[in-house]
């Protein structure tokens, strides 16, 4: 016996949760892996991190902030919570264009991780939620952890108390919004991980005249918009009517490289109001005042740089050699006869493996070709039979990995 | 009702525009046309008393309404700036919010500026990394402050600094457990314990949350609870040296807390984060005390020793030993919120924090905080020299200064008014805070001496 015990209990919303997160179990299925095979090449294209230098314009902007640090006229302390004022104007006019999105309605963050955890912080344990299914997991985890959900049900993989949107080549990857039940909130991904689809102008004048007949919000991440190709919208805000239901989130993470440096922002439009009339935009406020200290203030300076014109154009390229890689994943799949999804509009290729349970396709796929993907159900159980396949790594790993799947797949 | 806090946007002709708040209500007849012809639907019913605005039907989170005003550094903030626009040339020095001041020695930002060069780099190029922290600064962590503790790399959880980790620890205990904090103590654990649904509404009588045990720390008790007038709750919160006092509890002090934890089965929540400062041999960690791990979780940052209050990093130590009453590692619930909620401090800000714990790093961080701590003494000898009773400083960046009978806000307020230099009002902190202000020592040397020049002008 390890020891004394306190006699505090577990909060039970922990033991709700069901095993690891996904990714540090994927995580951990490579280190065991490259154990197994110490001298195999392992390509990594299931976690979506990034794997291409930071462009120069944008790093030295951090290193020479991170110097300015050492002098008397260039320390800084303690940043406002909300962000650095020029990094806020620099999202809204540089990202927002003509979208009417004040730099005051713009929280700059460590990321959307933390953003989604702190929004549900924010909403409390008495909403309800609903997700797409497959989804990106934090959306459930955190809800699960705050105690909006129920049990974890093993029969259907779900959790009681959320509404699971099924998204499917059959519906157009988009919810039925018919016979999707009321809640209070509504998480949108798009373009979507894992499934890489961008929803049409159409789907989202649906989503926000639902949200608005329903009285609920949307949080729509919109992680991925550097990714769109065609004329799918890329923010929320483009809707008319989304400024009064919409909550968006975002980051640099896939935009600029950094998920390892740390930087996002969330939108809360001034209009969205909680059913008494109070601004959600000031509870969102206080929680940023109080649950939180601000981004590095090094991060925000390379947030800056990458919204300079020369910044912008370099993430920017960073950005299509992804995609790049992306279309050369998507063809080779389609080559092999496979379905294949997304990859247009996202750096996420989603492939269908009929009748297979995709931990099987994912282990057989590690344990024959030596590279990570993502099982599908790891996003849901609307996810089985698929694989994700991330479109991050260098060309030649991407051309590699496209050699073994169709030596192995053909 | 609420007023939105903005007028209506201008409408547009691009693709974008909308009609926003003049949005037309079918459903209501009343309603005004936004046009240039507009008209006035008359009518014989009752006049519409709602807005057009549209109202989600999202129930408020009611653990939000229960918080009293902002936080408490904001507030000051404003009211140093509207002391500004007040007094443009009013000179204002601040000693309110414990914001750092001197810059970082140059083998930190050197270690900061150099990892950003390598993201530029095939080689040096990296995504996320671990969300509990980079291998290497875990290790430097615990080797450098818990070396001879039998602490190791893996207890050790590197974040982006003390407040968001007190969140996250709430946010892992949940709504369901009571909690205990120090009186005065640092807001940011009462606010986090409301938010997450801990506590009872605000009683502005006796100006607590219901459901909190405050422990009051005055100079009657020697700024350390009674413990035997307090109740048992499932988290002490418990900061030494302490924010806002300056009292760093003494060994014995802290083996009795450590046996009453145990005793009640509680796990303590020790932020070390101003530990650096002790001149004594009060201890710097909760672990120097026999018996902890079973009980305790250090929180802890690099803020205060090395000016990163922007640059954001700071850790927390969850021993293995720690468990729930069924015997779960509450370091295991930990690593899955940091997992889950949290994606790692900033790979740039964490080779900051490596550079600081080199011997050079070690040695240039000693520099600043002995820089800091002699600005606190130039302003303990002030007002002890002034003939006020005087607290803190000797093992802490904050000097508690009492005056007695007065209203901390009204004593604040006249200080920024006749001096121009700010505090922070110790009624803040908590009601046992009343009557005393809170002198922060960060600043330039010019500074403090200006400010302490002024004190003895207005007290004298």
Same mark, same amino acid.
């Given at each position: ?410 | ?166 969140? #996250? *620890? ?5 709504? !369901?457990?009571?909690?205990? /904090?120090? =009186?005065?103590? %640092?807001?940011? @654990? ?65 083996? #009795? *807390? ?5 005793? !009640?089965?509680?796990?303590? /929540?020790? =932020?070390?984060? %101003?530990?650096? @400062? ?183």
């Amino acid at each position: 016996m390890a020891g004394v015990c306190t006699r505090v209990t577990r909060n039970l919303n922990m033991e709700k949760l069901r095993n690891g997160y996904l990714f540090p179990e994927i995580a951990m299925r490579e280190l065991e892996h490259m154990k197994k095979y110490p001298t195999a090449k392992v390509i990594s294209l299931g976690i979506g991190d990034t794997t291409e230098p930071i462009p120069d314009v944008v790093t030295s902007s951090m290193a020479n902030h991170a110097r300015r640090l050492s002098t008397v006229e260039g320390y800084r302390g303690y940043g406002a919570e909300q962000g650095n004022k020029a990094l806020r104007k620099a999202i809204a006019e540089t990202l927002y264009g003509d979208l009417p999105i004040k730099d005051t309605e713009i929280f700059v963050s460590d990321g959307s991780q933390c953003d989604i955890s702190r929004l549900q912080l924010l909403l409390g344990s008495n909403v309800t939620i609903a997700v797409q299914d497959p989804t990106f997991p934090a959306y459930i985890d955190s809800s699960v952890i705050i105690g909006q959900t129920g049990d974890f049900q093993d029969e259907t993989g779900k959790y009681q108390n959320i509404e699971y949107m099924p998204c499917r080549p059959q519906n157009n990857f988009f919810p039925d919004l018919t016979t999707t039940a009321t809640t209070d909130v509504i998480f949108i991904c798009s373009p979507n991980n894992p499934t890489g689809h961008a929803a049409s102008r159409k789907q989202l004048e649906q989503l926000v005249e639902f949200a608005r007949a329903n009285g609920s919000i949307i949080i729509f991440d919109s992680a991925y918009a550097a990714y769109v190709t065609d004329d799918s919208p890329r923010s929320i805000f483009e809707i008319p009517g989304a400024r009064e239901v919409a909550i968006e989130i975002s980051s640099f993470s896939k935009f600029a490289g950094f998920t390892g440096v740390r930087l996002g922002w969330t939108v809360v439009p001034d209009e969205l109001l909680f059913s008494n009339g109070f601004p959600v935009i000031k509870d969102f406020n206080r929680i940023v005042c109080t649950c939180f200290n601000g981004a590095s203030s090094v991060a925000q300076a390379g947030g800056l740089a990458c919204l300079s014109s020369d910044g912008l154009m370099a993430v920017q390229s960073v950005v299509d050699y992804y995609k790049e890689n992306a279309k050369i994943l998507g063809d080779t799949f389609t080559s092999l006869g496979l379905d294949v999804y997304g990859g247009i509009n996202a750096p996420y290729a989603w492939v269908h493996f009929p009748g297979m349970k995709s931990w099987d396709v994912f282990t057989e796929l590690l344990e024959k070709t030596h590279i990570i993907t993502v099982p599908g159900c790891g996003f849901g159980p609307g996810g089985e039979e698929h694989i994700r396949v991330s479109a991050f790594g260098h060309r030649e790993c991407i051309l590699e990995a496209s050699r073994r799947l169709k030596s192995l797949l053909s | 009702m609420y007023s939105l806090m903005s007028s209506s946007p201008s409408i547009s002709s691009s693709s974008s525009s909308f009609l926003g708040q003049t949005h037309f209500d079918s459903r209501n007849p009343n309603a005004r046309l936004p046009t240039k012809d507009s008209w006035i639907c008359k009518c014989v019913a009752t006049p519409p008393t709602e807005t057009t605005a549209h109202t989600t039907k999202v129930s408020r989170n009611a653990n939000m309404a229960k918080l009293q005003a902002g936080y408490l550094f904001p507030e000051i903030a404003r009211r140093r700036s509207a002391h500004m626009l007040k007094y443009p040339d009013g000179q204002v020095i601040s000693l309110g919010i414990g914001d750092t001041t001197e810059p970082i020695p140059e083998v930190i930002t050197f270690g900061m500026a150099k990892k950003a060069h390598a993201l530029s780099t095939l080689e040096g190029y990296s995504g996320y990394g671990a969300e509990q922290g980079e291998k290497q600064l875990r290790a430097a962590i615990a080797s450098t402050y818990y070396g001879d503790l039998s602490l190791e790399e893996s207890d050790i959880f590197v974040s982006d600094g003390a407040k968001s980790d007190i969140s #996250r *620890l709430q946010v892992m205990f949940g709504s !369901n457990v009571t909690m205990a /904090v120090q =009186d005065p103590s %640092y807001p940011a @654990y009462v606010d986090s314990s409301v938010i997450l649904g801990q506590t009872g509404q605000f009683q502005k009588d006796v100006e607590k949350y219901r459901k909190i045990e405050y422990m009051k720390c005055n100079p009657e008790n020697g700024f350390f609870p009674d413990l035997s007038t307090v109740s048992r709750t499932d988290i002490i919160f418990f900061c030494s040296p302490n924010n806002p006092t300056g009292n760093a509890a003494t060994r014995e002090q802290l083996t #009795r *807390l450590v046996q009453f934890a145990k005793d !009640n089965g509680s796990i303590l /929540v020790y =932020d070390s984060a %101003y530990a650096m @400062y002790i001149s004594d041999d009060s201890p710097r960690s909760i672990f120097e005390i026999p018996g902890a791990k079973e009980v305790a979780i250090e929180v802890s940052s690099f803020s205060k020793y090395a000016g990163f209050t922007g640059v954001r990093l700071g850790w927390t130590v969850v021993p293995k030993e720690l468990l729930y009453s069924d015997g779960f590692p509450v370091a295991k619930d930990f690593n899955r919120i940091v997992c889950t909620t949290f994606n790692g401090a900033s790979n740039i800000s964490q080779a900051g924090g490596l550079a600081c714990l080199s011997p050079e790093g070690l040695e240039a961080m000693h520099k600043v905080v002995g820089f800091y701590q002699e600005n606190t003494n130039i302003i303990m000898e002030t007002f002890t020299s002034l003939g006020f009773s005087v607290y803190g400083g000797k093992n802490a960046p904050y000097v508690w200064v009492h005056f007695p009978g007065q209203s901390s806000w009204d004593v604040f307020s006249e200080i920024l008014e006749k001096t121009h230099v700010v505090t922070t009002p110790g009624s803040g902190f908590g009601p046992a805070g009343d009557g005393f202000i809170r002198v922060s020592a960060f600043g330039h040397r010019g500074n403090v001496l200006e400010a302490c020049k002024r004190f003895k002008q207005l007290y004298k």
